[in-house]
């Protein structure tokens, strides 16, 4: 039993000079397109998706062993993707 790693891309609101609202992807004052994608990753439980920290020995959840990282998944925003998808994404 183990960990998996998830890679996961999510969009946000880049530094801009005019105000910006939460959810705008496009400025209301210049029409820059004002979103830029990051790469964040985290690990889970391979058990029970538990959210496993770096430190964590044991998962909070379940208690099983975490161990080494034994898989890797991929997420654009929350759906998955492949991980051929993800590399290109990140050569961006
Ligand atoms: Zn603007
Ligand atoms: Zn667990």
């Known amino acids: 039993m183990a960990k998996i790693k998830l890679n996961n891309i999510f969009l946000r609101p880049k530094k801009h000079a005019h105000k910006l609202e939460e959810r705008d992807t496009f400025c209301r004052t210049c029409g820059e397109f004002i979103l830029e994608g990051i790469c964040f990753y985290n690990n889970v439980c391979e058990v029970c998706r538990y959210t496993i ?36 994404f990140k050569k961006l």
């Open 53 to 88: 920290e770096d430190s964590d020995k044991y998962c909070a959840n379940c208690g099983i062993l975490t161990g080494e990282i034994s898989g890797e998944e991929f997420y654009d925003k929350g759906k998955k993707i492949t991980k051929s998808e993800f590399t290109t």
